[in-house]
Nanobody, 123 residues
Framework: VQLQASGGGLVQAGGSLRLSCAAS????????MGWFRQAPGKEREFVAD????????YYADSVKGRFTISRDNAKNTVYLQMNSLEPEDTAVYFC?????????????????WGQGTQVTVSS
């Protein structure tokens, strides 16, 4: 599976961005899909994930109520809608795919990763 993240950019605080993670090579409908982010000098941190069918989602407290993860298995794509962006959201955002029984917070549990897309929020 190859994952391609896109949609990042520069936005002012309070603005919105929509990230996409397109999968190719095989279907990701058998994988839980997640978004992580990594700010300069910091470890990669969990942002959100979504179940196989999209019926269940989980968010980090820092983004709850502002970000929404969704997936379209027919398009083999996962999205992250980010609203009310804050300067603290500035980071490179990565999408990843893991098996259902793997830990959502442990990066080594993810089987596949996208290359990352930069999100910069100015104050």
């Amino acid at each position: 599976v190859q994952l391609q993240a896109s949609g990042g950019g520069l936005v002012q605080a309070g603005g919105s961005l929509r990230l996409s993670c397109a999968a190719s090579g095989r279907t990701v409908s058998n994988y839980v899909m997640g978004w992580f982010r990594q700010a300069p000098g910091k470890e990669r941190e969990f942002v959100a994930d979504i179940s196989l069918t999209g019926g269940s989602t989980y968010y980090a407290d820092s983004v709850k109520g502002r970000f929404t993860i969704s997936r379209d298995n027919a398009k083999n794509t996962v999205y992250l809608q980010m609203n009310s962006l804050e300067p603290e959201d500035t980071a490179v955002y990565f999408c990843g795919a893991r098996r259902v029984y793997s830990s959502r917070f442990v990066t080594s549990e993810y089987d596949y990763w996208g290359q990352g897309t930069q999100v910069t929020v100015s104050s």
